[in-house]
């Protein structure tokens, strides 16, 4: 209390509670805190007072920041943010001029992707709004051996006969933003979010005085080993606040890139690999956090990148996509020889605690992580796609191919996803587990960027006849597979004999009525048929949103020389999706609403177009 009317001998007082510090004393412990609270209650005169024995004071409250009494070890984080700001102010070091657009943090869009909409049809998007409190510009910079433009003249730090402020907090620096990263890494949630918040207000504010070098030790000696362990101790089960303080971590993490664009440049991979560590986790609330980040890191800056940053972030989406197709789903099987065409895999020994030999969670995670990447590229695309080089389009391309093939190939496999669905996994859907909703949304995308391409050189001029043949050859061969599925669902309809027991929803652990349902075959033929109507209304889809509507904007000159082709191909879409408005027999609600879609008059409109110009 008699702090301010001591003028010497606190080099002695503060020995005295460093000592006490290192004890396990936990009445000592409680002495220091008590006594350091009445130092820092008041306002900067007591720091004043101490001049070179404020570096005793620092490591005072480092050692009671990693105490166990949860007050003493928070209030010595919150006292260690005062004396950064005081020794900040004493050395004149620049504060970030505040972004006038970032008076609030920006939004991340969390799309809700559960498990069982990743393996069905349908997704929902949440909005998650994250305020980052940004200061605004105090003071210039000082001679602190950071990068300065040179066109400010900063003031000389402030320094009495004793002490350099400038030079304390410089050789500090590490030291106090370690112990803040160590805070927001303790188990309890209040350390952890006043932790968070003072080591990124201190990188937002006083970053600007840091040196490239610097940086680069903060990245990789500070904040990836902190996101690190934040990414194990989820894995291990440990708790956190919550989730939305890991997304405020993320999206500190992606501001302060935002914040020091030209000097961190040089450090983008580095901040991809933290991202993309956290989508990689296998743990689905993380990857959610990843991937937004992700996203908000590309819309941010893609008007920034050039070409060697877009080629690093494309990169580690390619590998980010390909690490995390669940390939799980079709290496739980082993080959065995057998006559029947179903008995041509088989399952193998299930671990002691699950009928499966995969990690469920973690498999279903990478499902939902494919929908999420996919319809980031897509969003991509829509923002950055002129500043793009045409080898990044095919890059793109050639990443969505690969999930694309991984779903299609696995969707065709009913009896390896039925035994999957018989042995446990997401037996509460009421349909086969599949990656339907992969296969189309892929499929969708490719064709949405071929047409895109051909327009992007055709509003330039220029007419590229490659680019257009990619986009009609992907109509011809979606229409081509609309028509196989249909022809089969012909064919059933038309030698089922019980069709309307067929058509029934099948239920996994519902008992069977007869002998004939018991049987492999039977299960199989009726889950087919099942399949094939959600297949071929998701093929309807495709037409009716992602090819019919951009056949419709081509002008019929261009394609003069396909344009019969593309008639007799119109004409057996129209044909295909009448009968499917005729005969179909959906059970799911989802689906059902697919067919409120109705291309088939756009497609007239179309083909009377077509005439109209041969007539002509």
């Given at each position: 209390e008699s702090a301010p009317s001591i003028k010497s001998g606190w080099n002695v007082i503060l020995n005295v509670f460093a000592r006490a510090s290192?004890?396990?004393?936990?009445?000592?412990?409680?002495?220091?805190?008590?006594?350091?609270?009445?130092?820092?209650s008041g306002d900067s005169s007591s720091l004043e007072l101490l001049e070179e024995d404020i570096v005793l004071l620092i490591n005072i409250l480092l050692k009671q920041a990693k105490s166990?009494?949860?007050?003493?070890?928070?209030?010595?984080?919150?006292?260690?943010?005062?004396?950064?700001?005081?020794?900040?102010?004493?050395?004149?070091?620049?504060?970030?001029?505040?972004?006038?657009?970032?008076?609030?943090?920006?939004?991340?869009?969390?799309e809700d992707v559960s498990a069982n909409k990743t393996l069905g049809d349908t997704q929902q998007r949440e909005v998650l709004t994250i305020e980052i409190k940004e200061q605004q510009q105090v003071t210039e910079p000082s001679n602190t051996g950071a990068e300065t433009p040179k066109e400010v003249e900063r003031p000389q730090a402030i320094t009495s006969k004793y002490v350099n402020y400038a030079e304390i907090l410089n050789q500090r620096w590490v030291l106090i933003l370690t112990c803040f990263s160590s805070g927001v890494c303790d188990l309890r949630p209040n350390i952890q979010g006043k932790s968070l918040e003072l080591l990124f207000k201190v990188l937002l504010e006083y970053g600007v005085n840091f040196i490239a070098d610097?940086?680069?030790?903060?990245?990789?000696?500070?904040?990836?080993?902190?996101?690190?362990?934040?990414?194990?101790?989820?894995?291990?089960?440990?708790?956190?606040?919550?989730?939305?303080?890991i997304k405020h971590a993320y999206q500190y993490l992606v501001e302060i890139f935002l914040s020091y664009y030209d000097i961190l440049l040089p450090l983008q991979q580095n901040l991809l690999d933290i991202i993309s560590?956290?989508?990689?986790?296998?743990?689905?609330?993380?990857?959610?956090?990843?991937?937004?980040?992700?996203?908000?890191?590309?819309?941010?800056?893609?008007?920034?990148?050039?070409t060697d940053e877009w080629e690093v972030l494309l990169n580690s989406l390619n590998r980010i996509v390909v690490k995390n197709i669940p390939t799980q789903l079709m290496e739980a099987l082993r080959p065995r020889e057998a006559e029947a065409p179903h008995q041509a895999v088989v399952l193998p020994p299930p671990t002691p605690n699950s009928r499966l030999n995969f990690n469920v969670k973690s498999c279903v995670t990478k499902c939902v992580v494919q929908l999420l990447l996919i319809g980031g590229i897509r969003d991509l695309l829509e923002l950055h796609f002129s500043r793009l080089e045409e080898r990044f389009?095919?890059?793109?391309?050639?990443?969505?191919?690969?999930?694309?093939?991984?779903?299609?190939?696995?969707?065709?496999?009913?009896?390896?996803?039925?035994?999957?669905?018989?042995?446990?996994?997401?037996?509460d859907l009421k349909h086969l587990p599949g990656l339907l909703k992969q296969e189309t949304d892929s499929l969708a995308c490719q064709i949405t960027i071929r047409?895109?391409?051909?327009?992007?050189?055709?509003?330039?001029?220029?007419?590229?006849?490659?680019?257009?043949?990619?986009?009609?050859?992907?109509?011809?061969?979606?229409?081509?597979?609309?028509?196989?599925?249909v022809n089969s669902l012909r064919d059933i309809i038309k030698n089922e004999k019980n069709l309307k027991n067929l058509q029934k929803p099948f239920q996994i652990n519902q008992p069977a009525t007869s002998a004939e349902e018991e049987s492999v075959d039977y299960i199989l033929k009726k889950l087919k048929f099942l399949e094939l109507e959600r297949e071929i209304n998701n093929l309807k889809l495709i037409i009716s949103t992602n090819i019919i509507p951009n056949l419709a904007q081509l002008d019929p000159e261009l394609i003069r020389p396909k344009l019969t082709e593309?008639?007799?191909?119109?004409?057996?879409?129209?044909?295909?999706?009448?009968?499917?408005?005729?005969?179909?027999?959906?059970?799911?609600?989802?689906?059902?609403?697919?067919?409120?879609?109705e291309p088939e008059s756009t497609i007239k409109d179309i083909l009377k177009r077509y005439h109209e110009y041969l007539i002509r």
């Open positions: 290192e004890e396990d004393d936990l009445n000592k412990i409680r002495i220091v805190h008590a006594g350091i609270q009445k130092l820092m166990q009494m949860e007050d003493v070890a928070i209030n010595a984080i919150v006292n260690l943010g005062k004396v950064v700001s005081f020794l900040a102010d004493k050395a004149n070091l620049r504060k970030r001029a505040r972004r006038p657009s970032q008076s609030e943090g920006p939004a991340f869009q969390q610097f940086w680069i030790v903060l990245f990789n000696g500070v904040l990836k080993q902190m996101f690190d362990e934040i990414n194990y101790s989820v894995q291990a089960g440990r708790s956190f606040k919550d989730m939305n303080f560590t956290a989508i990689d986790v296998n743990d689905e609330p993380l990857s959610k956090i990843g991937i937004n980040a992700l996203k908000y890191l590309t819309n941010k800056c893609g008007m920034r990148f050039k389009i095919v890059q793109i391309l050639q990443t969505l191919e690969l999930s694309y093939k991984f779903a299609k190939e696995f969707n065709e496999q009913i009896y390896l996803r039925y035994s999957l669905w018989k042995n446990g996994f997401l037996s047409y895109k391409h051909f327009i992007f050189y055709r509003e330039k001029g220029t007419v590229r006849e490659d680019l257009l043949n990619n986009f009609l050859s992907m109509c011809f061969n979606i229409s081509a597979e609309l028509s196989k599925k593309i008639n007799f191909m119109l004409l057996d879409m129209m044909q295909n999706l009448i009968f499917i408005r005729s005969h179909s027999c959906l059970m799911y609600a989802s689906l059902s609403e697919l067919l409120a879609v």
